[in-house]
């Protein structure tokens, strides 16, 4: 199995609302990323983990909540995000702890009301 | 910003021609990636190219690396329609993380 697999693949979200952004990989990977993508530009990096434990911040605001329940599953928690928030939603992961052949899901479209 | 540069942003050729791109990066690098995204979609991973190295190929797929320009490029020969998609190169910054250039669209008609 060598796909990351993310849920859902479109989210409709008003500014008030609470939702999660999943993200699995069964492929043994011990680094797990999120990265934003705005239409036509490059991924952005969010967050980065490492052996489950969140090894880089990129200076994200809180209302993103990132969350790594163990070595497989990489959580997104949303909560009172804003219209400019509305993008695309990449997971990916890694083995190891370095940045060698990133493997992506296919993302989440987050559209925010 | 550091994400780095490349060009063309844009590149428009016919089936069996050549594509080349160009990426510009500002750090020092462990190594340079490139990957391939489809419209919507996530980015496939197309080869790596570490800092000790100068060329590595892939099937239809060459890179090269000048570190002391701090510039790679990718060539695609032989192109096909099927390999329309955004390209990016992508630096391994020794600060541990992985920082993607602005990405050029190649567009290859039949």
């Known amino acids: 199995d060598t796909e990351v697999t993310q849920t859902p693949k479109h989210l409709v979200m008003g500014m008030t609302n609470k939702k999660s952004l999943k993200c699995e990989q069964h492929?043994?990977?011990?680094?797990m990323y999120w990265y934003k993508q705005k239409a036509k530009k490059p991924p952005e990096l969010m967050f980065v983990?490492?052996?489950?434990?969140?090894?880089i911040n990129e200076s994200v605001p809180s209302r993103f909540s990132p969350e790594c329940p163990n070595s497989s599953l990489l959580n997104l928690h949303l909560h009172a995000l804003q219209p400019e928030d509305s993008a695309l939603y990449l997971c990916a992961s890694s083995q190891g702890g370095a940045n060698e052949k990133l493997f992506f899901g296919s993302g989440t479209q987050l559209s925010v009301l | 910003s550091q994400q780095g540069e490349e060009d063309p942003q844009a590149l428009s050729i016919q089936e069996g021609e050549n594509a080349t791109m160009n990426c510009s990066y500002k750090t020092s690098i462990n190594n340079l990636q490139w990957y391939r995204q489809n419209s919507g979609r996530g980015l496939v991973h197309l080869i790596l190219?570490?800092?000790?190295?100068r060329e590595k190929h892939s099937g239809r797929l060459r890179v090269t690396l000048d570190t002391s320009k701090k510039s790679s490029s990718l060539l695609i020969t032989a192109s096909r329609a099927a390999d329309t998609a955004s390209y990016f190169c992508a630096a391994d910054n020794q600060g541990g993380k992985l920082i993607f250039g602005q990405g050029t669209e190649l567009s290859v008609k039949p």
């Open positions: 983990y490492s052996y489950e434990k969140l090894s």
């Open positions: 492929m043994g990977h011990r680094a």
């Open positions: 190219i570490r800092s000790n190295e």
